[in-house]
C-alpha cells in the first residue's frame, strides 16, 4: 500500500503557537536538527552545513564549492551573475537558521553562521564585478549587527561581564558606522542606521542591569534635581560627590 502523504497527523501533533514555533529534536539517526512549525506547515533545517542538507557539486555548500574553484583558476576566475545568484540563495537559507538560532539563545551557533555569511560577502567581493556585488554587500551592515549582538550575548551567557559586553557592542557600532557602503545603496544605509539603533538598545538593555555605584546614583540623582529646579538639593548631592573624589 502507498504511504500517504498527507500531512494531517503531523501538523495535529504540533499544533500552530505563534510563541512556541520552533523546537529541536533528534533525527532518527541521531542527528539534531531545527523544526519550525508555521500556520500551514513544517520547516525542518540541518544544524549543520546547508541548512537544506544538500551538497550542491558534492560540497558542503556553494561557497565551499566556489572557493575550490579559485584555487584552480586563481587571478582567471570570475563570479558571474549565476554564480551570484546560487551564493546568494545559499545565503538566505543561513539567514533563515541564524535567526532561529538567535531567537532560541543558541548564540555562538548563530555566531557560526553570521560569520559564515560574512565570509560570503568577503569572497564575492573579490571575485566579482561591483554591480553584481552590490546586491550581496548591501546587507553587511545587518549581518554584521547579529553577529555583534550574538557575539555579546554569548559572552553574558557564559557568565560574562556586563561592562565588557557593552564595551564590545560599542565597539561594534564604530565598526559598523565606519563601513564603506558599495555604491549608492539606499538599502545598505538603511541597514547601518537600524543596525546602530538596534545595537544602541542593547547596550541601554545591559546598562539597566547594572548596579549603579554610589557615584553614579549620586550623580544621577543630581541631574534628577537639577532637571526639578531643586538647585538646593543639587547642591548638597555635588558637595557628596565631591567629598567620594577626595577619597
Same mark, same amino acid.
Given at each position: 500500500?502507498?504511504?500517504?502523504?498527507?500531512?494531517?497527523?503531523?501538523?495535529?501533533?504540533?499544533?500552530?503557537?505563534?510563541?512556541?514555533?520552533?523546537?529541536?529534536?533528534?533525527?532518527?539517526?541521531?542527528?539534531?536538527?531545527?523544526?519550525?512549525?508555521?500556520?500551514?506547515?513544517?520547516?525542518?533545517?540541518?544544524?549543520?552545513?546547508?541548512?537544506?542538507?544538500?551538497?550542491?557539486?558534492?560540497?558542503?555548500?556553494?561557497?565551499?564549492?566556489?572557493?575550490?574553484?579559485?584555487?584552480?583558476?586563481?587571478?582567471?576566475?570570475?563570479?558571474?551573475?549565476?554564480?551570484?545568484?546560487?551564493?546568494?540563495? /545559499?545565503?538566505? *537559507?543561513? +539567514?533563515?537558521? $541564524?535567526? %532561529?538560532?538567535?531567537?532560541?539563545?543558541?548564540? &555562538? !551557533?548563530?555566531?557560526?553562521?553570521?560569520?559564515?555569511?560574512?565570509?560570503?560577502?568577503?569572497?564575492?567581493?573579490?571575485?566579482?564585478?561591483?554591480?553584481?556585488? /552590490?546586491?550581496? *554587500?548591501? +546587507?553587511?551592515? $545587518?549581518? %554584521?549587527?547579529?553577529?555583534?549582538?550574538?557575539? &555579546? !550575548?554569548?559572552?553574558?551567557?557564559?557568565?560574562?561581564?556586563?561592562?565588557?559586553?557593552?564595551?564590545?557592542?560599542?565597539?561594534?557600532?564604530?565598526?559598523?558606522?565606519?563601513?564603506?557602503?558599495?555604491?549608492?545603496?539606499?538599502?545598505?544605509?538603511?541597514?547601518?542606521?537600524?543596525?546602530?539603533?538596534?545595537?544602541?538598545?542593547?547596550?541601554?538593555?545591559?546598562?539597566?542591569?547594572?548596579?549603579?555605584?554610589?557615584?553614579?546614583?549620586?550623580?544621577?540623582?543630581?541631574?534628577?534635581?537639577?532637571?526639578?529646579?531643586?538647585?538646593?538639593?543639587?547642591?548638597?548631592?555635588?558637595?557628596?560627590?565631591?567629598?567620594?573624589?577626595?577619597?
Amino acid at each position: 500500500m502507498r504511504r500517504s502523504e498527507d500531512l494531517t497527523a503531523l501538523l495535529h501533533a504540533w499544533e500552530y503557537d505563534e510563541g512556541r514555533s520552533v523546537r529541536r529534536v533528534r533525527a532518527k539517526d541521531g542527528r539534531e536538527v531545527l523544526q519550525v512549525r508555521l500556520p500551514l506547515g513544517l520547516e525542518q533545517y540541518e544544524f549543520n552545513g546547508r541548512p537544506d542538507g544538500l551538497k550542491p557539486e558534492g560540497e558542503e555548500s556553494w561557497l565551499h564549492y566556489y572557493k575550490k574553484k579559485v584555487q584552480v583558476f586563481r587571478e582567471e576566475f570570475v563570479l558571474t551573475k549565476s554564480d551570484c545568484e546560487k551564493l546568494q540563495s /545559499e545565503g538566505v *537559507l543561513y +539567514y533563515y537558521r $541564524y535567526l %532561529l538560532f538567535f531567537q532560541l539563545g543558541e548564540y &555562538a !551557533l548563530c555566531t557560526r553562521d553570521t560569520q559564515r555569511n560574512l565570509r560570503l560577502l568577503d569572497f564575492v567581493g573579490e571575485n566579482a564585478d561591483s554591480e553584481t556585488a /552590490e546586491s550581496l *554587500l548591501q +546587507y553587511r551592515p $545587518y549581518i %554584521l549587527r547579529m553577529n555583534i549582538m550574538a557575539r &555579546a !550575548l554569548q559572552d553574558v551567557k557564559d557568565g560574562g561581564n556586563k561592562r565588557a559586553a557593552i564595551r564590545k557592542l560599542e565597539r561594534g557600532i564604530e565598526e559598523i558606522q565606519g563601513l564603506t557602503a558599495p555604491g549608492k545603496s539606499p538599502i545598505f544605509d538603511l541597514e547601518r542606521e537600524r543596525s546602530v539603533r538596534s545595537i544602541e538598545e542593547l547596550v541601554r538593555q545591559f546598562r539597566e542591569q547594572i548596579p549603579l555605584s554610589r557615584r553614579d546614583r549620586l550623580r544621577q540623582q543630581m541631574e534628577e534635581a537639577i532637571s526639578r529646579e531643586d538647585y538646593e538639593k543639587a547642591a548638597t548631592l555635588r558637595d557628596q560627590l565631591r567629598k567620594i573624589s577626595k577619597r
